[in-house]
């Protein structure tokens, strides 16, 4: 038995005894039945996955990349979450390439925000910090897929002051006619986080743009009355 094997059957011998169905039953209808969910909890999951990841040699980047993959072609929506988990966990087993490679198509598996997001937080952010890769940035920002898009909108999520405002919001600016609103949430959400820091940025760029939807000013607003 392979690496992602294992690691997909012990994921799924450990994740069953915690289903419920009641929870599985709220996570579809919250999800937009993008997918059927076993009803395991946050907490229990990522605890149960994490004990697993512990007993794991590292893997080295593909064979991160194929477990991942793996795990996102399960029918159960927990295990694309645990796909998320492990390469939080082994992020500095990921090389150059893992998100051009890796990332990219797991971002465009029966994708939702949850996934997308998930995705960013845990290889997007991190490794674009790592190995900056404005080309691969910059193409998913043209994307006609508005997941791509979404994920480089958010690129830089969580780095507050060492965030580059002037490309984050150059990658907004291109997206300021949207209507499309996941599209609108992400530039809403990419400018409350720089408002957290940098608020006359935000109030600039906003009033330079009075095209932007309302999802994206509303947001935008929670963050400088903050």
């Not at 599985?24 to 946050?42: E, H, Q, S, W």
């Not at 794991?56 to 998320?84: I, K, M, V, W």
């Not at 051009?100 to 995705?119: S, Y």
């Amino acid at each position: 038995m392979g690496y992602a094997e294992y690691v997909v059957k012990e994921l799924r011998r450990t994740l069953a005894p915690l289903a419920d169905t009641d929870v599985a039953d709220g996570a579809r209808a919250y999800m937009k039945n993008i997918a059927p969910f076993l009803g395991v909890r946050t907490p229990q999951r990522r605890a149960t996955a994490k004990s697993l990841f512990k007993t794991l040699d590292p893997p080295d980047s593909d064979t991160l990349g194929h477990t991942a993959r793996l795990l996102y072609a399960q029918q159960h929506r927990e295990f694309a979450y645990c796909a998320n988990d492990m390469i939080a966990f082994f992020i500095k087993c990921a090389d150059q390439d893992f998100l051009e490679k890796h990332v990219q198509d797991l971002l465009v598996t029966k994708p939702w925000w949850d996934t997308v997001d998930g995705l960013g937080s845990s290889a997007i952010s991190p490794l674009t910090i790592k190995f900056p890769n404005m080309r691969l940035i910059e193409t998913w920002n043209s994307s006609d897929n508005m997941w791509l898009a979404r994920a480089a909108i958010q690129h830089q999520r969580g780095r507050r002051s060492e965030t580059d405002v002037d490309y984050v919001l150059e990658i907004c600016a291109r997206h300021s006619e949207s209507r499309e609103f996941f599209i609108t949430k992400a530039v809403g959400w990419a400018l409350r986080d720089i408002a957290a820091f940098n608020k006359p940025a935000v109030r600039r760029y906003v009033k330079e743009h009075p095209e932007l939807h309302r999802v994206t000013t509303r947001e935008a607003e929670r963050g400088l009355n903050r």
